[in-house]
């Protein structure tokens, strides 16, 4: 028996067990496990569309801020379904950072859903399964996507007006990559997550907004002596505004 069979094996006793206690419409397709990167075989039949480099390394930053979002899929033999991009966004992140690897996946576990058949014998269910997982994805919610995007604003990313600046990462673009929704969507989301009833700007929002600013102002050097003074001052300000906040997180 392969390292990967016994983890598979682990995993379907999990989900045995994990089924006796939920009910039938809960249940889930395939298995859930962490196998080291390298047991994610390449796909049986060779990728069906080329991989997007710069999709590849938007996905590799918001997987050293956050994690993955979304497990790889694979057959019963750890051959690849889904999540081709995900799975080059890991390597790009081992090879370029290692630190923020090991972070993210210890003991070089990477999240993977094992769908019990082999994918060489079975290659029209192994294009389906591609298909309906790259092309019509889980449905996140909107306080998911919600979650992801404070993790992201806590990790630097920014929801700032106009061109960005060289270096600075934009929020919604990672999300809309991350969640495969439209920048629309998320902006939807972001929108009705902040905006009171009464369309008055919640505290809150303004709060997360003004904390980056603040931040990347810290960053700068102080031309006056007003500024040296607000420079001192401000990293009480921004421990007190980080305490607001995770209080009303906590709430």
Partial sequence: MTNFDKILAKAREKKDRDQQKEPPQQQRSGVEATIPLDDIKDRAAGD??????????????SIAA???????????????????????????????????????FPNDGVPVRVMDFDSEAEQDR?????????????????????????????AGYQDTPGRPKK?????????SVIFGKS??????YLSESETPTNGEVSPSKLLKQALP????????????????EL?????????????????????
């Fill in 48 to 61: 069906t569309r080329p991989l997007d480099q710069k999709h590849v390394e938007e996905l590799a930053e």
């Fill in 66 to 104: 956050i994690g993955l979002v979304q497990a790889i899929t694979v057959d019963a033999k750890g051959r690849l379904l889904a999540g081709g991009h995900r799975r080059a966004a890991i390597y790009l992140l081992r090879d370029q950072n290692m630190d923020a690897y090991k972070r993210q």
């Fill in 126 to 154: 192994s294009l389906e399964i591609e298909l309906s997982e790259n092309e019509k994805r889980r449905d996140y919610s909107r306080t998911e996507v919600v979650a992801i995007a404070e993790k992201l604003r806590d």
């Fill in 167 to 175: 270096g600075e990462k934009r929020l919604k673009p990672a999300l």
């Fill in 183 to 188: 920048l629309r969507t998320v902006e939807r």
């Fill in 213 to 228: 600013k603040l931040k990347q102002w810290q960053q700068g050097k102080p031309k006056t002596v007003a500024e040296k």
């Fill in 231 to 251: 420079g001192d001052k401000l990293p009480e300000l921004i421990e007190l505004i980080e305490a607001v906040l995770k209080d009303q997180a906590e709430s």
